[in-house]
């Protein structure tokens, strides 16, 4: 069991995050992410984009499917 305590100096701050196909369908933030500092959920289809990498367009993390 993994612990669930959170790292607010680390949180919200990472900016290129490697998804698996298990964490379908992708949205920022996403739930490891603060609440108190994130922006409204968007969905990214992130299968359909070009090199399976999409950008989310609130905070600009980049997201990139496993392969």
Avoid at 6 to 24: C, F, G, H, P, S
Avoid at 28 to 37: G, L, M, R, Y
Wanted: charged share 30%; with cysteine.
């Amino acid at each position: 069991m993994t612990s669930k305590i959170a790292d607010y100096d680390k949180l919200n701050t990472q900016k290129e995050v490697v998804v698996r196909r298990k964490d379908l369908p992708l949205h920022c933030p996403t739930d490891e992410s603060a609440i108190w500092c994130s922006h409204p959920r968007v969905f990214l289809s992130i299968e359909s984009a070009p090199d399976q990498e999409i950008r989310c367009p609130y905070c600009g993390t980049l997201y990139k499917l496993e392969r």
